[in-house]
Structures are given as structure tokens and as C-alpha cells.
């Protein structure tokens, strides 16, 4: 057996790679990135490649790359069952829907009259989100019918950057307010930086545009809760809001106690990625009028630091394990399982 990593630091990787010289399993690292990259993997049973939204070159063509693996019998991670969803926000809202998962209702539309009709008709607020983008970057509360007018002629017209630059902005304020350290201010430094110069990615990526997509504004949740299920375990973190703010990602703000998680959350997260085939999934959850959990959106990653604080995880009946784990583990035990048995191992 031979693993290929793509090594990215601080990603996934490091991990991987850790685990690979502590049990002696063989592994080459690979760039992804080069035209050769079938060549390099011609002699490997799989392939594990952390790919980050924020990277507009694996955007291209990381999804293209591993369905096309995959039609070559090498198993790869993140999979596409793990990862074709990954960073789309509208087509998590026909996958959720598909699978009758609890979704916060959500609502798409592709021309401006549809957009426009469904305006005057509907209630006020709405949250309002672009497809990509994560720690809440690309995401705002729109209070009036007005305020949504002006972002669907927005939508079918000039369209949006990538990146909300103003909101990166406003959230590095937010962090050197809270952390008042040199990390945070460098941090509002570039942000201020940002509003004049975009990033490589803004240029690459282009505009947003063509689409209007919503969500129903859910009030009342001073936190959200993040469950990510890999291999039949689940582990979790609250996040807590911002304050005077809505949104709960990237607030940095988090709480690992066990006794603050709803195992409804746990055991839809388990459930759905059984159902999804997904090797790896994190679900946002957050709860409607009548305390029944709902979720915002999914991935297939997560920052990982942040999680090895958790204190235990469930396996898939619920059973508590408590104590310190590397998920990361758990990733490589399920690509081993699958390249052994070569059939798909799922959570």
C-alpha cells in the first residue's frame, strides 16, 4: 500500500503525514498543482488532498481531478461524495432538499424578475449569502424589501466580489478589539489593505453574479453549533455570536463542553452522512422558533486546531468516548479501510 499526500502546511497534511511515519505506513508526497500529477500517482492506491476554498488554482479543478481518479479505481479524500458541495451554498440547498435533511429554508433565484416578485411577496429579514466564502465573509442581514431590491440589481447586473471586503474588514476590527494582540492587529492592518487592493483571488475568481440566494432569518440563537461526523464518529463546538451580530462563524468565540451539545444535532450529522456517502461532513446548526435544530450549511473541512480542545466524541450510537483524539486519524483509518477492502467506507 502507498499513500500520495499533497502537502500543505497547517493543513490536514501535517497530520497525515504524522500518522503515515508512526505506523509505518508508505506514503510520497505529491504536487497536485503540476501536469503530471497522474504520472505521480501511477504507482499509489490514494490520494488525500486538503484543498481550501481560499485557493482560486484547487478551485479549478480539484473536484475534476478526483472524480477523474476515482473513475481510475484510486480512492481519494476528500471524495466526491465529500467534497462536490463544497463551498456552494446553492447546491447544499438542492442536496439538503434532496435528502430531506432539516435546512433552514433557502431560497434561490436566476433572473430578476423572479427574484423581484419573490421580494414583494415575501417577509423581512433575510439573510442574504453568495455561494462561497467562509467565517460568515459573504454573508448579511437585509432588514427591507428595499435593501433586497438594490442587492438583486446587484446580482443580474455588476455583481459582487468574491470576497466582501468591507465585511473582512469589519470582522479583523472585530477580532483586534476582542484580542487587542499583535496576531489581531496585523490582521486589521491587512484588512484595511484589502478595501483598496484585492487579493489574487478576487481577481482570479471574478464576480459573483447571475444568482440571488437567501435564507430565513432565524432569530434568537446566540450561538451556533458545528458537528463534524468522520468514520461513524462525531465531535462538536458551539460558536458563539459576535457581539451585536447575528453571525456565529469565525467569531473565534468557543465551547467544547459536552453537556452544551443536542445529540439531535449529533445524530442528524451521523445519519446524513451515511446518507450522503460523505467520508468527512461538518454541519452548522441552528434552531428555529420551536427549538428544532435546522442546519445553515456543510462542509467537508474544518480549521483544525480548533478542534483539539474537544473533550470526547459519540460513535453512531451515541456512545460517549471521552479524552483527546486526532481526527486526522480518522480520516487516514478510512482511506486505509477502503483501499484494503476497496469499497467505500462512510460515516
Request: charged share 25%.
Amino acid at each position: 500500500m502507498k499513500l500520495a499526500i499533497h502537502p500543505t502546511p497547517g493543513s490536514f497534511s501535517d497530520r497525515w503525514i504524522d500518522y503515515c511515519r508512526n505506523n509505518g505506513i508508505g506514503y510520497t508526497l505529491v504536487d497536485c498543482y503540476r501536469n503530471d500529477i497522474l504520472e505521480q500517482l501511477k504507482d499509489c492506491d490514494a490520494l488525500l488532498w486538503h484543498w481550501h476554498h481560499g485557493d482560486y488554482k484547487a478551485v479549478r479543478f480539484a473536484r475534476q481531478l478526483t472524480l477523474s481518479l476515482e473513475a481510475a479505481g484510486k480512492v481519494v479524500f476528500p471524495d466526491t461524495h465529500s467534497a462536490w458541495h463544497f463551498d456552494d451554498k446553492v447546491g447544499q440547498k438542492y442536496l439538503m432538499e434532496a435528502l430531506h435533511a432539516p435546512l433552514v429554508p433557502s431560497f434561490v433565484f436566476y433572473d430578476k424578475k423572479t427574484a423581484s416578485d419573490w421580494i414583494n411577496k415575501t417577509s423581512f429579514p433575510k439573510v442574504f449569502k453568495l455561494k462561497g466564502g467562509a467565517g460568515a465573509s459573504n454573508v448579511r442581514l437585509v432588514h427591507t424589501a428595499a435593501d433586497a431590491r438594490k442587492l438583486a440589481s446587484k446580482a443580474f447586473g455588476r455583481g459582487f466580489a468574491a470576497r466582501d471586503r468591507f465585511n473582512r474588514f469589519r470582522d479583523a476590527l472585530w477580532r483586534f478589539k476582542r484580542d487587542k494582540n499583535r496576531a489581531a492587529f496585523l490582521g486589521l492592518f491587512k484588512g484595511i489593505g484589502r478595501i483598496f487592493f484585492p487579493t489574487v483571488y478576487e481577481k482570479m475568481q471574478g464576480k459573483e453574479k447571475g444568482y440571488l440566494y437567501f435564507q430565513e432569518f432565524m432569530p434568537d440563537n446566540g450561538y451556533d453549533t458545528r458537528i463534524i461526523a468522520i468514520a461513524g464518529k462525531a465531535f462538536a463546538i458551539r460558536r458563539y455570536n459576535r457581539k451585536n451580530d447575528f453571525r456565529a462563524s469565525g467569531s473565534g468565540v468557543i465551547g467544547y463542553n459536552r453537556e452544551l451539545f443536542d445529540t439531535r444535532c449529533v445524530r442528524i450529522t451521523l445519519d446524513l452522512a451515511a446518507k450522503m456517502k460523505s467520508q468527512s461532513l461538518a454541519l452548522d446548526f441552528i434552531y428555529d422558533t420551536q427549538q428544532q435544530p435546522l442546519i445553515v450549511e456543510m462542509s467537508y473541512g474544518f480549521a483544525m486546531k480548533v478542534y483539539d480542545a474537544c473533550e470526547g466524541y459519540w460513535d453512531h450510537e451515541l456512545n460517549w468516548h471521552e479524552g483527546p483524539f486526532v481526527p486526522q486519524d480518522f480520516m487516514m483509518e478510512t482511506v486505509i479501510e477502503q483501499i484494503l477492502t476497496r469499497k467505500p467506507v462512510y460515516s
